[in-house]
């Protein structure tokens, strides 16, 4: 089954030691998005790709980056992570070829982050 | 700025009614809609899509949009236990990639 892969499930990282979240696809989705949600918040969208253009949200601090080095990975990096860096990280995907279905965003299961 | 608006609830409904979630957003060029329904600790699964104003069905399962008056439903008949999530509301523009959530209406269905 196509599907957005997240790995690790759960990562359990120590205050300022970087972290790398990693997420692929078999949908061959040209969007690929990276959100941060904390408890009873709506997803708060950090940067997405499209294709390889890379787009940050205005808001998203620098500690987080992205890599997206092929069509099916991307990367999440956080460089030092602080206590109110952990939250569940979420990975999107999307096939933005100009029609409304194209909109469609698909999750993948997340990434709970922890920071001690 | 975008906003997208939905009643944080608990919403408590009977097991076998109807529950009817709603949500309304503030920008006119808004194109396309949709309903994802979050479990506990889970992520986000899309269950909705709607493009155009009227009633669009699956299952049990009927969203509504009234462009005029920037509102779209999503209405859940027979309801069960398993229902029982968060549902996030998104809108996006035609052309934009990027969605705008609401925050979430908290759905509980009572056995």
């Known amino acids: 089954d196509a599907m957005v892969i997240q790995n690790p499930r759960y990562q359990v990282t120590q205050f300022g030691k970087p972290v790398t979240l990693s997420c692929s696809q078999t949908?061959?989705?040209?969007?690929m998005y990276w959100y941060q949600q904390k408890s009873s918040q709506a997803p708060k969208l950090l940067f997405h790709?499209?294709?390889?253009?890379?787009?940050n949200e205005a808001d998203t601090p620098d500690n987080f980056q992205s890599r997206r080095p092929n069509t099916s990975f991307c990367f999440l990096d956080i460089r030092s992570p602080g206590l109110g860096d952990a939250a569940m990280y979420l990975c999107?995907?999307?096939?933005?070829?100009?029609?409304?279905?194209?909109?469609?965003?698909?999750f993948g299961p997340g990434t709970r982050l922890t920071v001690l | 700025q975008k906003e997208v608006e939905q009643n944080s609830g608990p919403l408590s409904v009977p097991e076998g009614a109807i529950a009817s979630l709603n949500c309304t957003y503030s920008d006119r060029v808004s194109q396309s809609f949709f309903w994802y329904r979050q479990y506990s600790g889970k992520s986000p699964e899309l269950i909705m899509s709607?493009?155009?104003?009227g009633d669009k069905e699956d299952g049990r399962f009927t969203a509504q949009l009234n462009k005029a008056s920037q509102y779209v439903s999503l209405l859940i008949r027979d309801s069960q236990p398993s229902d029982s999530a968060t549902y996030l509301c998104?809108?996006?523009?035609?052309?934009?990639?990027?969605?705008?959530f609401g925050t979430g209406t908290r759905l509980t269905i009572i056995p």
């Open positions: 949908l061959n989705h040209n969007v």
């Open positions: 790709y499209y294709d390889k253009d890379f787009n």
């Open positions: 998104a809108v996006i523009d035609f052309g934009n990639e990027k969605l705008t």
């Open positions: 709607i493009y155009s104003n």
């Open positions: 999107a995907t999307s096939r933005d070829v100009g029609d409304r279905r194209g909109n469609e965003q698909f």
